[in-house]
């Protein structure tokens, strides 16, 4: 009688997800507040002004700004958002204007006013 003898079973196959760390906002890149600029294990990257520091080391931005990687004290990394001069005065005019209701510079700058379907000429519906 054939037999084939019985094959070890295979001691591979695990492996954990992946964490997906990294830098999530580059340098000079709009930031609004809440925005996560790097998620890191340890503190690679030290927070700066206008950005704050989770338990699990994530910096995220606090304001709306830009995004600036520079180097502290004792050879330290840090990424610091700088506060635009437009955002205070997009503020201060949507407070005059809107009765203090302030309005955020991200959407301000990325509003495009939104077109309906275009129509073509010669078509049936609506006629």
Not at 89 to 97: I, K, M, N, Q, S
């Amino acid at each position: 009688m054939a037999h084939k003898k019985a094959g070890g079973s295979s001691r591979n196959g695990r492996d954990s997800q992946s964490k997906r760390l990294g830098v999530k906002k580059f340098g000079s890149q709009l930031v609004i507040g809440g925005n996560i600029i790097i998620r890191q294990r340890g503190t690679k990257v030290y927070p700066g002004a206008n950005v704050g520091i989770g338990k699990d080391h994530t910096l995220f931005a606090l304001t709306e700004g830009r995004v600036r990687f520079h180097e502290g004290k004792l050879g330290r990394k840090y990424v610091s958002v700088d506060a635009l001069a437009e955002a205070a005065d997009l503020r201060a005019l949507a407070e005059r204007g809107r009765g203090a209701r302030p309005i955020s510079l991200f959407s301000y700058l990325s509003f495009t006013p939104r077109l309906g379907p275009a129509r073509r000429q010669g078509s049936a519906s609506g006629l």
